[in-house]
């Protein structure tokens, strides 16, 4: 072919074909096009009416259908004498005859499915819709159909020559199964007369081969942090070495805290494959999920999907469509039933992986603050076992802690606790602790009780995981029970024991999570315990014994099954890596299987007279003037819990709030007395108030007159 005759590979000037490869078989598409339109001008000319420079007005297509093997001669001869179609014709032969292989992506892709001649040319056609917006119309006049301007297997066929291998392509042809082709018709697709098209994503891989990645996807780098090989990734390994000849999905099985991009790495590495994630949680749309699998398969890659939520809506499956191309696809999961979402013939093994310990989160966090983890020994320890990150949360906290000059232990736990989503819906509810440890009023038996706890949730990081009780023990927090007579105070000390460590604390509603319903009760108290698993945090259990009482011989169904609630809440407490406070005032009717499960169990007894000189003391506001009480004379004349004093005081301090000094006199606390005795229905009478009984014969008038 003479080098000084430039073919354009395009219509459209000035679009540029890197590979040269690709540009010849273009340019071979452009000049077919260009000689089938030179002989519809000859075979419409004589019929037409208008101006000998403009397209003669389409004909019916029966007539030119059936006309095809009059005019086969004609054209052939066409070819052969007319001199544009045969300049054209040269052309094509001179193009072909210095057609020479490459290693750009079209000769890859060539080798790798094997195609003919015919197929590259139907490849080519498809690219040139595609990629050259001025060729629609050329493909409408050969079409002999305005609104036909996709090409066609039956356009194909008609334009390279009839060649014969032609008739074996269709949608079950490897140019249609790997997504480098597809039909417009979703509904009856691969018929002669169905355009196709290639999109704009593939296109640019033969245009441009500028190995750019596309938005939706990001590059995984095999950097193992926290995770090594194990044996069933090893076996995973073994079962995936052969590149996928078809649709594959592999299942990852993970905790939470599982970083799947790395494990996924790990796996390609050992099989040679290059590994690509989408970037965001949200799947895109079946079409363009499509065309990025296909992206994919031409680069040899395999895809990491985002972790899918378990759907139950059944028609959101159905609208989610799966490429059926040669790519393998790494599926991360929590648990089995996922797998529901994806075709069960390309399921492969599930590869199960294992759980995030300690020590991998430890190195995680080493790995992500960098420069500051010299200086945070300790207390990466200690968020290694109080928050149960997955990695991308432990990576987040250690960007933000690089851009901190210095990183200090409060600094740190902020971080940590700014990347847990502590989210128990309606079935808890947040509580904020209003009391300190100091606060509280109680026997030095019960406070020495309340120290040692707070002490051992201190220790469990260096007990659990220094002295190894973390292998016997299951890495498990603390269960207490509160026990003792209403208003003891048992709820001021679960709020003091979560000020005092500054964890989240929850109350659990029980109107919320005991349900009459079979099983559902069990449902409820999975998803808080499963909630409360991703950092340490204070579960309070108001009214226990209303979840925890006693197993019953079983009579019936509902028997059998709230004995199993029962047997699941035991479980469950012994996993609880926080700490679970569970507060009653009916001891005697808990299960005495759940009382040897618990780790420390307090009596709050009935305050003292001591005590409760200490409460009176205590629970007025200190800009309250209290000096007119006549507080040793309250303490030892009425013995009541320390809520019931609390609920006094405030009463009191309601009756004298019309006074613009904030002061407390006798009359409105022993007022208030009276209403609170009454309110627990015991005995009482004007002689009962003793030295003040004229103070409050007034309060007694109704009823003793």
């Not at 938005?215 to 996928?244: F, G, M, N, Y």
């Not at 100091?438 to 706890?453: C, D, G």
């Not at 009780?469 to 029970?481: E, H, K």
């Not at 047997?567 to 808990?590: H, P, Q, V």
């Amino acid at each position: 072919m003479n080098a000084a005759v430039i073919i354009p590979s395009t219509f459209t000037p000035d679009i540029a074909i890197g590979d040269p490869l690709t540009a010849s078989w273009m340019a071979e598409a452009t000049l077919r096009l260009r000689r089938e339109i030179a002989w519809q001008w000859h075979i419409r000319g004589n019929t037409s009416s208008g101006h000998k420079d403009q397209l003669p007005t389409a004909t019916d297509n029966l007539s030119e259908s059936l006309d095809l093997a009059r005019f086969a001669d004609d054209k052939r001869i066409f070819f052969e004498t007319d001199v544009t179609a045969k300049y054209l014709g040269e052309r094509i032969e001179a193009l072909r005859k210095n057609r020479k292989t490459n290693n750009g992506p079209w000769a890859a892709v060539c080798i790798r499915l094997g195609l003919d001649d015919a197929a590259q040319f139907t490849l080519a056609l498809g690219l040139l819709a595609r990629t050259d917006p001025a060729c629609t119309a050329v493909i409408a006049a050969c079409h002999n159909d305005s609104q036909k301007m996709l090409p066609t297997l039956a356009l194909a066929f008609r334009l390279f020559d009839s060649d014969k291998t032609l008739l074996s392509i269709d949608s079950s042809h490897s140019l249609f199964c790997t997504g480098l082709l597809h039909f417009q018709n979703e509904v009856n697709t691969g018929g002669w007369h169905h355009g196709y098209d290639m999109t704009a994503l593939v296109a640019n891989v033969f245009v441009s081969d500028d190995n750019r990645l596309p938005a939706e996807l990001r590059l995984v780098k095999d950097q193992p942090i926290s995770a090594h090989a194990t044996t069933a990734v090893e076996a995973a390994v073994r079962l995936l070495l052969k590149p996928p000849t078809e649709s594959q999905f592999v299942p990852l099985l993970g905790d939470t805290g599982t970083d799947f991009s790395e494990w996924a790495a790990i796996i390609c590495k050992q099989t040679g494959r290059l590994l690509l994630e989408l970037s965001q949680p949200v799947l895109p749309n079946n079409t363009r999920l499509s065309a990025l699998a296909t992206w994919c398969w031409l680069y040899d890659a395999d895809l990491l999907l985002p972790l899918l939520s378990t759907s139950t809506d059944e028609h959101a499956r159905e609208r989610l469509q799966w490429p059926d191309i040669p790519l393998r696809w790494f599926v991360p999961m929590h648990e089995m039933q996922a797998t529901k979402q994806f075709p069960s013939h390309a399921l492969k093994p599930t590869v199960v992986l294992p759980t995030t310990h300690f020590e991998m989160r430890v190195t995680r966090f080493k790995h992500a603050l960098g420069r500051h983890s010299e200086k945070m020994q300790t207390e990466i320890l200690e968020a290694a076992r109080s928050f149960r990150l997955g990695a991308k949360e432990i990576d987040a906290i250690g960007q933000a802690a690089t851009q901190l000059e210095t990183l200090d232990a409060e600094q740190f736990h902020s971080l940590c606790r700014a990347q847990v989503r502590l989210d128990l819906g309606s079935l808890a509810q947040r509580v904020t602790p209003r009391f300190k440890l100091k606060e509280l009023v109680l026997p030095p038996a019960q406070a020495v009780q309340l120290e040692e706890i707070i002490q051992a949730m201190r220790s469990l990081t260096w007990v659990h995981y220094r002295w190894g009780t973390a292998r016997a023990w299951n890495d498990a927090g603390l269960s207490v029970l509160f026990c003792g007579p209403p208003g003891t105070g048992k709820t001021m000390a679960a709020e003091a024991i979560a000020e005092e460590l500054q964890l989240p604390m929850f109350r659990i509603d029980l109107s919320q999570v005991v349900n009459k319903y079979i099983g559902e009760t069990e449902k409820n108290l999975k998803k808080v315990f499963d909630a409360a698993e991703e950092s340490d945090c204070v579960i309070f259990f108001d009214e226990a014994d209303a979840l925890f009482g006693k197993r019953t011989s079983v009579k019936d169904a509902h028997d059998r099954f709230a004995n199993i609630e029962i047997s699941y809440l035991l479980e469950r407490m012994e996993r609880l890596k926080g700490i679970a406070i569970l507060a009653t005032n009916r001891r005697k009717d808990l299960d005495e299987a759940f009382l040897r499960r618990l780790r420390c169990l307090i009596e709050f007894p009935l305050p003292t007279e001591d005590e409760r000189e200490r409460l009176w003391r205590y629970v007025f506001p200190q800009g309250v003037d209290v000096s007119a009480l006549d507080i040793a004379y309250l303490a030892r004349s009425f013995p009541l819990a320390g809520g019931h004093i609390r609920s006094i005081a405030f009463n009191a301090c309601l009756q004298a709030g019309n006074y613009s000094v904030p002061k407390v006199d006798m009359s409105n606390v022993l007022s208030a007395v009276k209403r609170e005795l009454d309110k627990l229905n015991r005995p009482n009478s004007p002689e009962s108030f003793g030295k003040y009984q004229d103070q409050v014969a007034a309060l007694f008038e109704e009823t003793f007159r």
